[in-house]
């Protein structure tokens, strides 16, 4: 796994796909094959802000990284079922248009069983708000992977949480290679995460929690 960090790292496309092709060859399992790449792209974020990659570098980690998923989708589909879930809105935030992060993460997510509604990227808050009325989400993601997305966070993030048209506001999770605690407690998000697998895990605790709390309502 770890050679195909440093392939992706390098953004060596062709000994990136071969290498993934050998793993699962060698009957390798789908799933670490994807953090092994989701590594990579947490370090070629932070590389893109230090200004050592360019965008194009940070475009064509981002093309490798789909062609792995490409690969590897059969697999990985497999590996990632589940049961029926929540609903997730998902989208990249106003002045971000990265969108891999967000792509795998809606798979993931509907791998285990949630219903996933993306708005796509450079999404300002108003779309957002406007769809969690529509559709009523359980969660809502924001991603972003750049230190400009942050204000857009915090501002989505609050129209969410104040909105009198949602009595039931969601829960609302930042992901993003350079997020972290400091910037979920700067926008009065819920939680955060950069791994796509621990996004899953959060939104099933998230909602296994309100459902606890709606079933002890309830009964009280």
Known sequence: MNTITDALIELDEDRTLRLVEQALVQGERSLPIVSACEQAMRVIGERYQREEYFLSGLILAGEIFREVLALIRPGLE???????????LLGTVAGDIHDIGKNLTATTLRGHGFTVIDLGVDVPPRTFLDAAVTDRPDIVGLSGLITAA?????ATTTALKSADELALKPHVILGGGIVDAELCRFCG???????AMEGVRICQGLLAARHGASAADGGS
């Open 78 to 88: 497999g590996e990632m079922e589940g049961h029926s879930s929540g609903t997730v």
């Open 189 to 195: 998000a819920d939680s955060w995460t950069n791994n």
């Open 150 to 154: 942050f204000e857009s966070m915090r």
